[in-house]
Antibody, heavy 119, light 107 residues
């Protein structure tokens, strides 16, 4: 059974770059799309972007200028970088598998990691 | 972006009650509507996809209906373990967007 685990710093200073990694276990990262989603405290879910195992990406236009998602198939990992962070980027960040086909679903999620933007 | 609006924002019901949550899209999304359940400290869990298809492993008391702009999630007989926040999500167009959530509490 595929499992996902996010990792990275829990505290990032304003104007710096948030960096997170999602490790996929129990299955291969190949042949799937992978995504990042976040949830600010007390607020709803926001889709950040996704990447195909081949490296092609699609981002939320609201974040596109600051977001980079990359993949390392040799490590079965994909990563998120969000630059020039502000307090509003404080959130729980989830990685998930994104199934694209006759349906479009986030079918397996990581547990999430809290990232706080503060000096 | 397509806006997703859920109602109610919260509800309280007794074990065994029938519970209905609605989700409205700001434009037609055909049947590209998914429902997720989120419990404290846990990742969201997919319940329903394409408006009415039950995800594998999800209890049959959960069901979904709708198409176009109006959708519902129904729990036919509420159980104590169903206490959670429920989100709808449209997958019709990018960016995928979520409703603001409906908190279901057990009386």
């Amino acid at each position: 059974q595929v499992q996902l685990q996010e990792s990275g710093p829990g505290l990032v200073k304003p104007s710096e770059t948030l960096s997170l990694t999602c490790t996929v276990s129990g299955g291969s990262i190949s042949s799937y799309y992978w995504t990042w989603i976040r949830q600010p405290p007390g607020k709803g879910l926001e889709w950040i972007g996704y990447i195909y195992y081949s490296g092609s990406t699609t981002y939320n236009p609201s974040l596109e200028s600051r977001v980079t998602i990359s993949v390392d198939t040799s490590k079965n990992q994909f990563s998120l970088k969000l630059s020039s962070v502000i307090a509003a980027d404080t959130a729980v960040y989830y990685c998930a598998r994104y199934i694209i086909g006759s349906t479009y679903i986030f079918d397996v999620w990581g547990q999430g990691t809290m990232v706080t933007v503060s000096s | 972006d397509i806006q997703m609006t859920q109602s109610p924002s919260s509800l309280s019901a007794s074990v065994g009650d029938r519970v209905t949550i609605t989700c409205r899209a700001s434009q037609s999304i055909s049947s590209y509507l998914n429902w997720y359940q989120e419990k404290p400290g846990k990742a969201p869990n997919l319940l329903i996809y394409r408006a009415s298809s039950l995800q594998s492993g999800v209890p049959s008391r959960f069901s979904g209906t709708g198409s176009g702009t109006d959708f519902t999630l129904t729990i036919s007989s509420l159980q104590s373990e169903d206490s959670a926040i429920y989100y709808c999500q449209q997958s019709y167009s990018t960016p995928q967007t979520f409703g603001q959530g409906t908190k279901v509490e057990i009386k």
